[in-house]
């Protein structure tokens, strides 16, 4: 397992965003040499957990429970296939692309060791948006991205640390429930009955996703 290659972006007017001031971080390219990765603070004041790497809407985006996005090479792959055109790494705008890591199979909670410092902690499975979309350019994006079930990972950071391409993968923690990436997208999204099988995982969800299957589950109660 490998991390093939470290992704950022910079600011880009867009049509195809809603954040302040029109622009948008989705570009994300390959850059050379160390980046540093550090916690970077609550979500709404925080943007990426990468050094140089652009967050333009801090409403949605970025903060310390989506610090850094994981999505692996394998499924870029995929998506070349059913697309008919190439996809570069970085090209769904994820920070890290890996290679031999089962990003979607991951467990909520689960830490990675990138190098020899930076450990991440997986927290929740990326939601498509408008300005994913637009990137793509491909008519229902969102639903077609969504059907497909593999989302990709947004990670929080344990220990900061300098990490660049080609550096080892190591999964150095993974928790004893079922609560995977993959699981969690389908319950945040198409399936929302399965928010209670998400408990599980606790505190190591993203707190809006807890929040979503607290709620949930409480509202189920109420009706019985």
């Not at 499924?75 to 055109?85: A, I, P, S």
């Not at 689960?110 to 994913?132: A, K, M, N, Q, Y």
């Not at 637009?134 to 990490?163: D, H, N, S």
Request: charged share 25%.
């Amino acid at each position: 397992m490998k991390l093939l290659t470290v992704n950022v972006g910079r600011p880009r007017a867009a049509d195809h965003t809603d954040a302040p001031g029109g622009a948008t971080g989705i570009d994300k390219r390959p850059v050379d040499g160390p980046v540093r990765v550090a916690d970077p603070g609550p979500k709404g004041t925080g943007g990426s957990g990468l050094a140089g790497d652009a967050v333009c809407d801090l409403r949605h985006h970025g903060g310390s429970d989506q610090a850094v996005y994981a999505f692996a090479r394998e499924d870029l792959d995929d998506w070349e296939r059913v697309l008919g055109r190439p996809l570069a790494n970085g090209a769904f705008g994820e920070n890290l692309t890996t290679g031999g890591l089962d990003v979607n199979g991951a467990r909520i909670g689960e830490r990675w060791r990138i190098g020899p410092d930076l450990v991440l902690e997986v927290t929740s499975s990326r939601i498509p948006c408008r300005t994913f979309a637009g990137r793509l350019g491909e008519k229902g994006w969102v639903k077609r991205f969504t059907q497909a079930g593999a989302p990709g990972a947004y990670l929080r950071v344990i220990e900061p640390g300098e990490i660049r391409s080609g550096d080892p993968v190591e999964i150095v923690h993974r928790p004893g429930h079922e609560v995977t990436v993959r699981l969690d997208f389908a319950a945040s999204t198409t399936r929302r009955e399965l928010l209670p099988q998400l408990l599980p995982a606790g505190d190591a969800l993203h707190p809006e996703t807890l929040r979503a299957a607290l709620e949930y589950v409480e509202k189920e109660a109420a009706r019985e």
